[in-house]
Structure formats: C-alpha cells, structure tokens
C-alpha cells in the first residue's frame, strides 16, 4: 500500500504561482511513476505531468512551459505551477504507480481568480 498526502493549493490571483507537494509513505520502494492529475467541475480527471523514476517528464499540452514537475527522491513530488490562468481551476490529485496499481491522493483545490 502506498499512501499519498497533498499540500499546496489555494487561491491565486491569474498570473501568479503555487507550489504543490505530494509526500507518498507505505511501500515507497515499489512506486515507478509519480504525476500530478487534476479535474475540474464537471469535467474528467486529466493528466497535467508525470515524471519517472528516473525523471523523465511529460506534460499536458496546455501547461507545457508554465508548470515544472520534479522528483526529489522515492517518496517526494513537486509541481511548480506558474503563469497561472483560470482554466487551471480544479482540483489537483498526486498519482503514483506501484505493483502495476495506481494510488492517489485526497486532491488539494486550486483556485485562480481573474
């Protein structure tokens, strides 16, 4: 079991910057990839980045050049998130792959005003 705990978001004014964590506990050893999905009201949940073990990135193509994924160690993934728009409203959920199982987070809500 893997565990997954989100800090970061909140209300921001357009333009502006947050910064999301993830911490992962439990069988941190089996986890491969980490990313950061998200959904808005109404809609599907979608990938906004996912990084690999060994730190190969891939972005959504509507955050490419504003948001930064990273991955400091087995258990720990960040996403910096800047320029930020409107439609960037949603929740935001960590992801991690382990066993060929995905595990998630209870999301953390991210806000961006006009």
């Known amino acids: 079991q893997v565990q997954l705990v989100e800090s970061g978001g909140g209300l921001v004014q357009a333009g502006g910057s947050l910064r999301l964590s993830c911490a992962a506990s439990?069988?941190?050893?089996?986890?491969?990839?980490m990313g950061w999905y998200r959904q808005a009201p109404g809609k599907q949940r979608d990938m906004v980045a996912t990084i690999s073990r060994g730190g190969s990135a891939n972005y959504a193509d509507s955050v490419k050049g504003r948001f930064t994924i990273s991955r400091d160690n087995a258990n720990t993934v960040y996403l910096q998130m800047n320029s930020l728009k409107p439609e960037d409203t949603a929740v935001y959920y960590c992801?991690?792959?382990?066993?060929?199982?995905?595990?998630w987070g209870q999301g953390t809500q991210v806000t961006v005003s006009s």
């Open positions: 439990g069988s941190i050893f089996s986890i491969s990839g």
């Open positions: 992801n991690a792959d382990a066993l060929g199982y995905p595990f």
